[in-house]
């Protein structure tokens, strides 16, 4: 508000000087006293109430002045020439409420018409710049740190593995231009292409071989170590009883990288492409230690380099030059944005800000795809994913109950959340295993699955019964959960259902990457969370159980017989007996309530028409470098 | 007095209005100035009408503001018996609405008074006693008012956890810091008055002075304040809320459901229309009769 700066006045022989003088442009004579030249003004607690007139001032010219009581001036002259009418006790007048309503019509109107200009980040002239959405914060820029989706969008542009993900998420050649496999599956020789690190170091078959032996190392505590536990003695590695340099990898040339394996897998071109293959620069690694990570030090062989990670609002990377796919990639900068309120960045991608984001809150699916809204700009697929909630088995006594978890398992009305709550294509999840993961065929539903919620509940109640608990000593347990759209709807509901048995449960919501923190340390009672399939196989669900898995076991389930099954599954070469293995391991887990499935996931893009080359598909992986712009 | 004396020609009726009028105190005056204030009286009107629907409303809804209505998600107000109609989870906002301004008044009341009473306490021993104690306190009051609000409160809530309980006190010992100001100055002016330096004669302690002689006479600033905070108070509850420091599920406030309402905006209005509207006279209210109790107990404004 521009109150003109008090300019103190010499107390002279003037005796009266002109009106204009004394108080710089005049504010229509009503009531109201300005006393700018009185080094006071605003000091005292009285507002004098602005006549109708006295408001249009304001809102024509911006400027609001407070008057006070009748006070000589500075050189001891009394100023106001009207100034009693303002000494009453303040009293809105009917002037005052006209001017009232006609500030808040204005107001509303300016807020309701004006489009709110797109406020797009900084991108420097002439080039093409992709604002993404990202869902959540990076916990870590370090491929072998990485868990999350919103994590992975990142490396895979900054980093590229043996091979990396075409437009519909399928593996392609990458830094390896071709491989062959031994005849008994065990043995695979990849051959490298000629490629440069951003600060131009050769990429070799060390950096690829030393990426791993640092990612399976016990001190690097990678969360996702077990999933290349098929490499050749990586367990033993990873627990500690074996040398890293007794893991099954070989650079024998430095375009040249043999990985020996466990047992075969056909699905290791998909595991090369996930960030816990990614190749890690030995060179600045080995100087900087983890702090290679940060953005005055990374280094990258993929079609982006790290400029800039303000924490908490964005991560930037510019395109590499030194990429041997330069010329291919069309932006030229992406920045990624936390956005965990998926519908402020919806309407962030109305307005342009942002040309993608990786969520839309289920709920609203329906009403975007109606013609007067954004139709074109959603974008759906069938995906390969789960969301269940965990049950602390190691610390929670009541949970290391079977009855309780399979009580608390067989309350959870899952028709609702799919259909009425989310309706945004879920489905309700009675299995862990996501329909449509190849070569399998998940076992039964357990039986009550197909009972009516009343006699779903009934038997719960029974089971907490037996368990030792009822309305005479109920149970209390807290449900952490992350605070994304999705699970800011379902998990209230799950929270009734609960009640509904006489569990009384707290939800405590966090961030996503600091809930998926705490579920890894076990700091937490119940648990909600998803799971995303690494490679299109079930084990990459079912081993989340096992024993060996360790962090990612955020439960803690511990079956001998699960993990028998699922060891006797790795070793049998016929793919029909080994899903027979699987899904008896599955039958298992589901049994022991080892979790509570809840829904079935779908991915759910909000994605710019403008973009191209952005292809729906099941792992939901869509890389920078193969999207562009219409007309580019 | 008005009417003594007035007609000096008629002894009789001189005696009669003597006998009739009896005397103003000072309140007296302030509640007959507070009445002639319409804002005030319309703001008082308001509360009494939020308060009795607060308090007892809950009681007389068919729904409870946690009964999730499975076929009743985002029902318009007036179908199926809500007359706000529901939200996302199939909950009556009706109920919900009242809850929430059970639980934001609840806030703003508590805070306030856990704010008044460490406010007066300290301010009042530190304008009364003076000397190089007024100085500690006071200082130690200016390092906690260059402390971030929001920062304090949030770091409360993650060190002790969320509840209900620690959102009263964590606002309350965050807002009494104006308050022990605005009480040490009064006492200051106040300390110097004949009335003090005749209970000091008379040989009272310090201790009784303060609440006898010192507390008393400062009512009427504090009274004003007091209904300024609690806005203030509800408001600060709101914006913890709105990051999801505040009430947590399925128990809301009036700050949740605004902020819940405002994602829904587009789909379903009413969920941000309702307790915007409530929160706004709620509000309101108490800073016109804020505003009303200035005007009406501080002389030195009129």
């Keep these: 508000m521009g109150v003109s700066e008090p300019s103190r006045r010499r107390c002279g022989p003037s005796p009266n000087p002109p009106l204009e003088d004394r108080a710089g442009p005049n504010p229509?004579?009503?009531?109201?006293?300005?006393?700018?030249?009185?080094?006071?003004?605003?000091?005292?607690?009285?507002?004098?109430?602005?006549?109708?007139?006295?408001?249009?001032?304001?809102?024509?010219?911006?400027?609001?002045?407070?008057?006070?009581?009748?006070?000589?001036?500075?050189?001891?002259?009394?100023?106001?020439?009207?100034?009693?009418?303002?000494?009453?006790?303040?009293?809105?007048?009917?002037?005052?409420?006209?001017?009232?309503?006609?500030?808040?019509?204005?107001?509303?109107?300016l807020a309701a018409c004006g489009p709110k200009p797109a406020i797009r980040g900084p991108c420097p002239a002439g080039k093409l710049c992709l604002e993404y959405g990202n869902s959540a914060e990076p916990e870590s820029l370090d491929p072998s740190k990485s868990s999350g989706t919103w994590e992975t969008h990142i490396n895979g542009d900054l980093m590229e593995g043996l091979t990396q993900d075409d437009a519909e998420g399928r593996p392609i050649p990458g830094m390896a231009k071709s491989w062959t496999v031994s005849p008994d599956g065990l043995t695979w020789t990849f051959h490298l292409r000629e490629a440069k690190w951003s600060d131009g170091v050769p990429v070799t078959a060390d950096d690829f071989a030393y990426s791993l032996r640092r990612v399976l190392s016990p001190a690097q505590a990678s969360e996702y170590a077990a999933l290349i536990y098929v490499i050749k003695n990586a367990e033993a590695v990873n627990e500690g009883r074996l040398p890293p340099s007794a893991l099954?990898?070989?650079?024998?040339?430095?375009?040249?990288?043999?990985?020996?394996?466990?047992?075969?897998?056909?699905?290791?071109?998909?595991?090369?492409?996930?960030?816990?293959?990614?190749?890690?620069p030995r060179h600045v690694v080995e100087r900087w230690g983890d702090a290679w990570s940060q953005p005055a030090h990374y280094v990258s062989n993929g079609p982006y380099r790290l400029a800039e990670w303000a924490f908490g609002d964005?991560?930037?990377?510019?395109?590499?030059?030194?990429?041997?796919?330069?010329?291919?990639?069309?932006?030229?900068?992406?920045?990624?944005?936390?956005?965990?309120?998926?519908?402020?960045?919806?309407?962030?991608?109305?307005?342009?800000?942002?040309?993608?984001?990786?969520?839309?809150?289920?709920?609203?699916?329906?009403?975007?795809?109606?013609?007067?809204?954004?139709?074109?700009?959603?974008?759906?697929?069938?995906?390969?994913g789960v969301v269940y909630v965990a049950f602390n088995t190691r610390d929670v006594p009541a949970l290391k109950d079977k009855r309780v978890r399979l009580a608390l398992d067989m309350a959870i009305d899952r028709d609702f959340i799919a259909y009425k709550l989310l309706r945004g294509g879920q489905t309700p999840a009675y299995t862990f295993v996501p329909p449509g993961v190849a070569d399998y065929a998940a076992p039964a539903p357990p039986a009550w699955a197909s009972w009516s919620l009343a006699k779903r509940q009934q038997a719960a109640r029974d089971l907490l019964a037996q368990a030792g608990f009822?309305?005479?000593?109920?149970?209390?347990?807290?449900?952490?959960?992350?605070?994304?759209?999705?699970?800011?709807?379902?998990?209230?509901?799950?929270?009734?259902?609960?009640?509904?048995?006489?569990?009384?449960?707290?939800?405590?919501?966090?961030?996503?990457?600091?809930?998926?923190?705490?579920?890894?340390?076990?700091?937490?009672?119940?648990?909600?969370?998803?799971?995303?399939?690494?490679?299109?196989?079930?084990?990459?669900?079912?081993?989340?159980?096992?024993?060996?898995?360790?962090a990612q076991n955020y439960g803690d389930y511990h079956n001998p017989a699960f993990d028998a099954l699922l060891a006797k599954a790795d070793e049998e070469p016929d793919p029909k007996r080994r899903a027979a293995y699987l899904a008896q391991a599955e039958s298992i887990m589901l049994?022991?309530?080892?979790?509570?499935?809840?829904?079935?996931?779908?991915?759910?893009?909000?994605?710019?028409?403008?973009?191209?080359?952005?292809?729906d598909n099941i792992v939901d992986w869509h890389r920078s470098r193969l999207l562009c712009v219409k007309g580019r | 007095?008005?009417?003594?004396?007035?007609?000096?020609?008629?002894?009789?009726?001189?005696?009669?209005?003597?006998?009739?009028?009896?005397?103003?105190?000072?309140?007296?005056?302030?509640?007959?100035?507070?009445?002639?204030?319409?804002?005030?009286?319309?703001?008082?009107?308001?509360?009494?009408?939020?308060?009795?629907?607060?308090?007892?409303?809950?009681?007389?809804?068919?729904?409870?503001?946690?009964?999730?209505?499975?076929n009743d998600v985002w029902d318009l107000p007036l179908v199926g018996g809500h007359l706000l109609g529901t939200d996302s989870l199939g909950r009556d906002l009706l109920a919900r609405l009242l809850i929430g301004l059970r639980v934001s008044l609840a806030i703003g009341v508590v805070a306030t008074a856990v704010s008044?009473?460490?406010?007066?306490?300290?301010?009042?021993?530190?304008?009364?006693?003076?000397?190089?104690?007024?100085?500690?306190?006071?200082?130690?009051?200016?390092?906690?008012?260059?402390?971030?609000?929001?920062?304090?409160?949030?770091?409360?809530?993650?060190?002790?956890?969320?509840?209900?309980?620690?959102?009263?006190?964590?606002?309350?010992?965050?807002?009494?810091?104006?308050?022990?100001?605005?009480?040490?100055?009064?006492?200051?002016?106040?300390?110097?008055?004949?009335?003090?330096?005749?209970?000091?004669?008379?040989g009272l302690t310090t201790?009784?002075?303060?609440?006898?002689?010192?507390?008393?006479?400062?009512?009427?600033?504090?009274?004003?304040?007091?209904?300024?905070?609690?806005?203030?108070?509800?408001?600060?509850?709101?914006?913890?809320?709105?990051?999801?420091?505040?009430?947590?599920?399925?128990?809301?406030?009036?700050?949740?459901?605004?902020?819940?309402?405002?994602?829904?905006?587009?789909?379903?209005?009413?969920?941000?229309?309702?307790?915007?509207?409530?929160?706004?006279?709620?509000?309101?209210s108490f800073n016109f009769i804020g505003d009303g109790l200035r005007d009406a107990i501080d002389p030195k404004d009129r």
Aim: glycine share 8%.
């Design chain 1, 28 to 109: 229509p004579q009503g009531r109201y006293a300005p006393l700018r030249g009185d080094p006071e003004v605003g000091s005292s607690l009285t507002r004098v109430q602005p006549g109708a007139k006295g408001w249009l001032w304001i809102l024509v010219t911006g400027r609001v002045s407070f008057g006070g009581e009748a006070r000589p001036d500075a050189c001891g002259r009394g100023w106001p020439r009207k100034p009693p009418r303002s000494l009453k006790p303040t009293r809105l007048q009917w002037s005052d409420w006209l001017a009232l309503a006609l500030l808040l019509a204005l107001l509303l109107t």
């Design chain 1, 248 to 280: 099954g990898v070989e650079a024998p040339d430095p375009h040249t990288l043999v990985i020996n394996l466990e047992h075969p897998a056909p699905y290791l071109p998909e595991l090369a492409k996930h960030d816990i293959m990614m190749p890690t």
């Design chain 1, 314 to 384: 964005h991560v930037r990377v510019v395109k590499n030059p030194l990429y041997y796919n330069a010329a291919s990639v069309c932006f030229d900068q992406v920045t990624y944005y936390p956005t965990v309120d998926s519908v402020e960045a919806e309407r962030r991608v109305r307005r342009g800000e942002l040309d993608v984001n990786t969520d839309i809150q289920s709920n609203r699916i329906a009403f975007l795809r109606q013609p007067d809204q954004i139709p074109a700009y959603v974008r759906t697929h069938t995906w390969l």
């Design chain 1, 470 to 550: 009822g309305p005479g000593h109920p149970l209390r347990l807290e449900f952490k959960h992350r605070n994304t759209a999705d699970p800011m709807l379902f998990t209230p509901a799950i929270q009734a259902d609960w009640k509904d048995i006489g569990v009384r449960v707290d939800l405590a919501q966090e961030e996503p990457q600091i809930a998926y923190q705490d579920y890894r340390l076990r700091n937490f009672q119940l648990a909600d969370a998803s799971w995303i399939a690494d490679y299109n196989d079930p084990v990459t669900f079912l081993n989340l159980m096992q024993s060996s898995t360790g």
């Design chain 1, 591 to 615: 049994n022991d309530a080892a979790v509570a499935p809840v829904y079935f996931l779908i991915n759910k893009d909000l994605v710019n028409p403008r973009i191209t080359g952005w292809a």
């Design chain 2, 1 to 70: 007095m008005i009417g003594v004396l007035r007609n000096p020609a008629n002894g009789r009726q001189t005696l009669e209005s003597a006998a009739a009028i009896k005397g103003r105190s000072l309140w007296d005056d302030a509640g007959r100035r507070l009445m002639r204030n319409r804002a005030a009286v319309a703001g008082m009107a308001v509360l009494a009408l939020l308060l009795t629907a607060a308090i007892l409303g809950p009681m007389l809804i068919p729904f409870r503001y946690d009964q999730i209505g499975k």
């Design chain 2, 116 to 202: 008044l009473v460490i406010g007066v306490a300290w301010g009042a021993t530190a304008g009364y006693v003076g000397g190089q104690l007024d100085e500690l306190m006071m200082r130690i009051v200016d390092v906690l008012y260059s402390l971030p609000f929001i920062f304090f409160v949030i770091l409360l809530m993650v060190t002790f956890g969320r509840s209900l309980i620690i959102l009263f006190l964590a606002i309350g010992a965050v807002e009494w810091l104006t308050m022990s100001r605005i009480v040490r100055g009064q006492t200051v002016a106040l300390k110097q008055k004949e009335f003090i330096e005749a209970a000091r004669a008379a």
């Design chain 2, 207 to 284: 201790p009784a002075i303060i609440a006898r002689h010192i507390i008393p006479n400062l009512l009427g600033p504090v009274v004003i304040y007091v209904t300024l905070t609690i806005p203030s108070v509800i408001l600060a509850e709101s914006f913890l809320s709105f990051l999801g420091m505040g009430v947590q599920e399925p128990l809301t406030s009036l700050g949740t459901l605004i902020a819940n309402g405002a994602e829904e905006r587009d789909l379903a209005p009413w969920l941000l229309i309702f307790p915007s509207v409530v929160m706004v006279a709620a509000l309101m």
